[in-house]
């Protein structure tokens, strides 16, 4: 089997660490973080192209955020390396349609924090995709399968993906290197649409994390793209 067929069959047969994670105890993770142990598939498993590695953050929305309160807040929840690691993973976290409260659950690429300010992703930004209520457990599983199947087409271009449960409406993100290059931008929305299925007339914003580190906001004041 090739990793894109495969990463629709679970197989729970394997025995890499893991973290779980469920409501009543993610706030008493310690932060953690990047380790040095090298992830690696284990035998006959298919690997990824690249590693992966969850987080995890939740904050209390009457509190203003900054970057230092938003590190401590995030937490690692495991790096995956193979399609069978990734499956055994992600079938022990919560859905993201049953996080309450200000959620955010992140796969990025290992190495690279979600994180405006980090090093990858400083001249980057990100495609927006707000959803009414009940919709975030599958598009967030459905985007997750285009990234690590390599649907985007983009090279290096995709850093990471991020579902944002808020009170009102859930974001879905995806986080690419360079803001600017249009060409690769337009082929990640374009990518989008199809991957989830998206209606014609869904709105679709844009922000650089260079404006988001201006008006220290992720969601307001987006460019729209229809």
């Given at each position: 089997r090739n990793t894109r067929t495969s990463l629709k069959d679970k197989d729970t047969h394997t025995h890499t660490h893991t973290h779980t994670l469920n409501q009543s105890h993610s706030h008493t993770h310690?932060?953690?973080?990047?380790?040095?142990?090298?992830?690696t598939p284990g035998a006959g498993e298919h690997p990824l192209q690249y590693n992966y590695t969850f987080w995890y953050s939740r904050r209390t929305p009457s509190r203003p955020a900054n970057t230092q309160s938003y590190e401590q807040n995030i937490r690692q929840m495991g790096t995956?390396?193979?399609?069978?690691?990734?499956?055994?993973l992600y079938s022990h976290l919560v859905r993201p349609g049953d996080l309450t409260g200000h959620s955010d659950f992140h796969l990025f690429k290992e190495g690279i924090k979600p994180m405006w300010e980090d090093e990858a992703n400083k001249n980057g930004g990100k495609w927006i995709i707000r959803l009414r209520k009940g919709l975030a457990s599958r598009f967030w599983e459905n985007i997750i399968l285009a990234m690590l199947g390599e649907q985007f087409m983009v090279g290096e271009e995709i850093c990471g993906v991020v579902v944002s449960i808020r009170f009102?409406?859930?974001?879905?993100?995806?986080?690419?290197?360079?803001?600017?290059?249009?060409?690769?931008?337009?082929?990640?929305?374009?990518?989008?649409?199809?991957?989830?299925n998206l209606p014609p007339n869904t709105i679709m914003e844009y922000k650089t994390h260079n404006d988001s580190l201006k008006d220290n906001s992720s969601f307001r004041n987006t460019k729209i793209a229809l």
């Open positions: 310690r932060h953690t973080h990047m380790h040095s142990l090298m992830v995956v390396a193979s399609v069978e690691q990734f499956w055994k009102q409406e859930d974001i879905l993100s995806i986080w690419n290197k360079t803001a600017s290059d249009q060409v690769t931008t337009s082929r990640i929305r374009d990518t989008l649409r199809r991957v989830l």
